[in-house]
């Protein structure tokens, strides 16, 4: 397609359907943000981070930050979940709590855009930001730390809940640094795409997540082990 006036080539727009189909088949996806004081967390290395992901055997990756996602999505072509945090001193809200954040994501080349979705004091309503992702023809992905959080969420249209934010708000702190397998059933029994993150450091987790009849397993990768340790991601995923 060519851009009108300027002779310019431009990628046809993927429906959001197909997106969404290219992430269901996703087997791994791969945090690759940046270690804080390392090498690695410049915005220069993140293209040689998100293709050592892809090479390893991801088929996704979750990107923080626009320069960031900016500099990952101009080197791979798999799905990227995108995300910005803040650190709000009216609010515990961390991930992606503005619109704004939202444009400028799916601006940067965002394929699925997460947000916080938790009931909690924030600066603008979850459904507004669903509403902010679905315009910018992007994926929204709902961070949860309960049940309540993903029917709200899926109430606000959000296509795939995460159990991103279990264990990690006050009212589900202390239940343990382990999977939270009962929330991954839970999204799972509401018959929708749910993505396991966090805390699956281990085989066993592993398992017991997929046993959890999970549709995605999201392991929360370092970026360091996969390149400085030239690990392969699909094995270090159930070896770390």
Not at 73 to 84: D, G, K
Not at 117 to 125: I, K, L
């Amino acid at each position: 397609m060519t851009e009108e006036g300027t002779g310019t080539e431009r990628a046809p727009m993927r429906p959001a359907r197909c997106r969404m189909r290219a992430v269901a088949e996703v087997g791994l996806t791969t945090a690759t943000n940046g270690v804080t004081g390392d090498v690695v967390a410049q915005v220069q290395k993140q293209p040689a981070v998100a293709a050592a992901a892809v090479a390893g055997g991801a088929s996704g990756v979750r990107i923080e930050g626009v320069e960031n996602l900016r500099a990952a999505r101009a080197a791979v072509s798999v799905p990227i979940i995108a995300i910005l945090k803040r650190d709000l001193d009216e609010s515990p809200v961390r991930i992606t709590p503005y619109a704004a954040d939202v444009r400028a994501l799916a601006e940067a080349g965002a394929d699925i855009i997460a947000y916080d979705a938790t009931d909690r004091v924030r600066p603008e309503p979850a459904a507004a930001l669903v509403a902010a992702i679905r315009e910018a023809g992007c994926i929204a992905m709902a961070d949860s730390a309960t049940s309540e959080d993903g029917r709200r969420a899926l109430a606000h249209g959000a296509a795939i809940l995460g159990t991103t934010l279990s264990g990690y708000t006050d009212e589900t702190a202390g239940q343990g640094d382990g999977v939270d397998t009962a929330l991954i059933a839970a999204f799972a029994d509401l018959g929708v795409f749910v993505m396991a993150e966090g805390r699956l450091n281990t085989p066993d987790r592993a398992a017991a997540a997929m046993a959890a009849d999970i549709a995605e397993l999201h392991r929360d990768l370092r970026s360091d082990k996969v390149t400085r340790r030239k690990v392969s991601t699909r094995i270090a995923a159930f070896a770390f």
